[in-house]
């Protein structure tokens, strides 16, 4: 049974940091095999059960909850850093030619083995991720996560109009896919299947009605999506569905909203959009150096936090940035400020980095099974280095308190401070 001796971050329910600055972290099989934290806290007072098993000491290195990422393109992974006016050119003429070379099964597996492994070198555990419109994609990316052990969660966008050749799928088909690849992946090792329309504009009703049917037929299963994400993307999505509410209504009008459906943006809402976020259980995939990027604008913490939905942090790579999480909070916290001028607002370091880790997998349902290290998570955690940098070290060597430290790591922290990803490892199968 593997004990840890380090310093040692996790959070409370309320999404309170906790930490232990000379920590104990112990893991052990549950009866399904599967690698659970046993015990977490302080040494001092948890040794004394550990005294005849071996301990993995780290001095200076801080144990910290394995990140989840709630929104990120695996077929955008060489998109990232292509300059547009906003969002629809972006798709038209760089996401959307990229996107049509996954028709291709080695394409797409080679690009599958490349972003699993750079998530886990920037401690990503848990992600939420579109693949493209081809089974092809969606078969790859799991394979991989498979293989990595990695809880993953993919589906194959749905995308039949306004789309051009080569990532334009058929509506009828599209809904056959999608069930064959529930079938297929849902609930396998750490698997999930996501049900992905890319965004109202490119389904057809038929479609999202087909969509909806699925969700309501799967309910475990999780929906993906993009809202209000642009003010030209929302032009275009009230002209093409006249008859919803407003953009976010469209999804509600498909049965498209419920718990386990994670809307990426959600930057244009009024505050009846807000509510049927809160009131169906739905939440968002906040994506700072995205919304940023493609100059979409900023997510509005405050009248979210006001009207009572959740939410959690993505790096939405490729309009994002960066898949490293310290960015991602970096640029979280300058929204924050933004909306510190207009309303008081600003994000604290824990709640930043609960907003990428507990936080996350609370708004993805998976409170208690990833994103944490309390007893009975699964044992997904980094191994940070505190001292990657010579900045850092100096930095960090003078944090009189957590705030101080966590802010330094995530002011001046990236991949460099990533020293080690541990992934639940279990023995699957029906012997284990
Ligand atoms: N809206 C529809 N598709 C996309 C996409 O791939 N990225 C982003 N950021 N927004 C979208
Ligand atoms: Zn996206």
Same mark, same amino acid.
């Given at each position: 049974m593997p004990v840890y001796r380090s310093a040692l971050l996790r959070f409370a329910d309320d999404g309170r940091a906790l930490y232990d600055e000379d920590g104990l972290l112990a893991i052990g099989p549950d009866a399904q095999g599967r690698q659970r934290v046993l015990a977490a806290g302080a040494w001092q007072a948890l040794s004394h059960q550990y005294a005849h098993e071996p301990v993995t000491h780290l001095p200076g290195r801080i144990l910290a909850p394995g990140f989840v990422d709630m929104h990120i393109h695996f077929p955008q992974t060489d998109v990232i850093g292509s300059p547009a006016d906003g969002l629809l050119p972006w798709l038209e003429n760089y996401t959307f030619p990229h996107e049509s070379r996954f028709v291709a099964s080695d394409y797409s597996a080679q690009?599958?083995?490349?972003?699993?492994?750079?998530?886990?070198?920037?401690?990503?555990?848990?992600?939420?991720?579109?693949?493209?419109?081809?089974?092809?994609?969606?078969?790859?990316?799991?394979?991989?996560?498979?293989?990595?052990?990695?809880?993953?969660?993919?589906?194959?966008?749905?995308?039949?109009?306004?789309?051009?050749?080569?990532?334009?799928?058929?509506?009828?088909?599209?809904?056959?896919?999608?069930?064959?690849?529930?079938?297929?992946?849902?609930?396998?090792?750490?698997?999930?299947?996501?049900?992905?329309?890319?965004?109202?504009?490119?389904?057809?009703?038929?479609?999202?009605?087909?969509?909806?049917?699925?969700?309501?037929?799967?309910?475990?299963?999780?929906?993906?999506?993009?809202?209000?994400?642009?003010?030209?993307?929302?032009?275009?999505? &009230? /002209?093409?569905?006249?008859? =919803?509410?407003?953009?976010?209504?469209?999804? *509600? #009008?498909?049965? %498209? $909203? &419920? /718990?386990?459906?994670?809307? =990426?943006?959600?930057?244009?809402?009024?505050? *009846? #959009?807000?509510? %049927? $976020? &809160?009131?169906?259980?739905?939440? =968002?995939?906040?994506?700072?150096?995205?919304?940023?990027?493609?100059?979409?604008?900023?997510?509005?913490?405050?009248? =979210?936090?006001?009207?009572?939905?959740?939410?959690?942090?993505?790096?939405?790579?490729?309009?994002?940035?960066?898949?490293?999480?310290?960015?991602?909070?970096?640029?979280?916290?300058?929204?924050?400020?933004e909306g510190q001028t207009k309303q008081g607002l600003s994000l604290s370091p824990q709640q930043l980095w609960w907003q990428h880790t507990a936080g996350a997998a609370k708004a993805l349902g998976l409170a208690g099974v990833v994103g944490n290290l309390q007893p009975g998570c699964e044992a997904d955690f980094v191994v940070l280095n505190?001292?990657?940098?010579?900045?850092?070290?100096?930095?960090?060597?003078?944090?009189?308190?957590?705030?101080?430290?966590?802010?330094?790591?995530?002011?001046?922290g990236d991949d460099r401070v990533v020293e080690q990803t541990v992934i639940s490892q279990a023995k699957y199968g029906p012997s284990a």
């Amino acid at each position: 049974m593997p004990v840890y001796r380090s310093a040692l971050l996790r959070f409370a329910d309320d999404g309170r940091a906790l930490y232990d600055e000379d920590g104990l972290l112990a893991i052990g099989p549950d009866a399904q095999g599967r690698q659970r934290v046993l015990a977490a806290g302080a040494w001092q007072a948890l040794s004394h059960q550990y005294a005849h098993e071996p301990v993995t000491h780290l001095p200076g290195r801080i144990l910290a909850p394995g990140f989840v990422d709630m929104h990120i393109h695996f077929p955008q992974t060489d998109v990232i850093g292509s300059p547009a006016d906003g969002l629809l050119p972006w798709l038209e003429n760089y996401t959307f030619p990229h996107e049509s070379r996954f028709v291709a099964s080695d394409y797409s597996a080679q690009v599958a083995e490349f972003f699993v492994a750079e998530l886990l070198r920037h401690g990503v555990t848990t992600a939420l991720a579109f693949a493209t419109s081809h089974p092809a994609s969606v078969d790859a990316l799991f394979t991989e996560g498979q293989r990595q052990h990695m809880r993953l969660i993919t589906g194959k966008v749905l995308q039949d109009r306004h789309s051009p050749d080569g990532v334009r799928d058929d509506t009828e088909q599209s809904l056959i896919d999608t069930e064959a690849l529930i079938q297929r992946w849902h609930g396998v090792d750490r698997l999930g299947y996501v049900i992905t329309p890319r965004f109202a504009p490119t389904s057809t009703h038929e479609q999202l009605r087909g969509a909806g049917e699925l969700a309501a037929r799967y309910p475990d299963v999780w929906i993906q999506s993009h809202v209000a994400e642009n003010r030209d993307e929302i032009r275009w999505a &009230r /002209e093409l569905f006249p008859a =919803a509410r407003s953009y976010l209504g469209v999804y *509600d #009008d498909f049965g %498209l $909203m &419920r /718990e386990r459906a994670v809307y =990426a943006h959600c930057i244009h809402f009024d505050d *009846d #959009d807000r509510a %049927l $976020m &809160r009131d169906t259980g739905a939440v =968002a995939a906040v994506s700072p150096t995205s919304n940023l990027f493609l100059g979409s604008g900023f997510f509005d913490y405050a009248s =979210a936090d006001r009207v009572g939905f959740g939410y959690g942090l993505a790096s939405d790579v490729g309009g994002g940035t960066s898949f490293s999480p310290f960015h991602t909070m970096l640029a979280a916290y300058y929204v924050g400020r933004e909306g510190q001028t207009k309303q008081g607002l600003s994000l604290s370091p824990q709640q930043l980095w609960w907003q990428h880790t507990a936080g996350a997998a609370k708004a993805l349902g998976l409170a208690g099974v990833v994103g944490n290290l309390q007893p009975g998570c699964e044992a997904d955690f980094v191994v940070l280095n505190p001292r990657a940098t010579p900045l850092l070290e100096r930095k960090t060597c003078q944090a009189r308190s957590l705030d101080e430290l966590l802010f330094a790591l995530i002011v001046l922290g990236d991949d460099r401070v990533v020293e080690q990803t541990v992934i639940s490892q279990a023995k699957y199968g029906p012997s284990a």
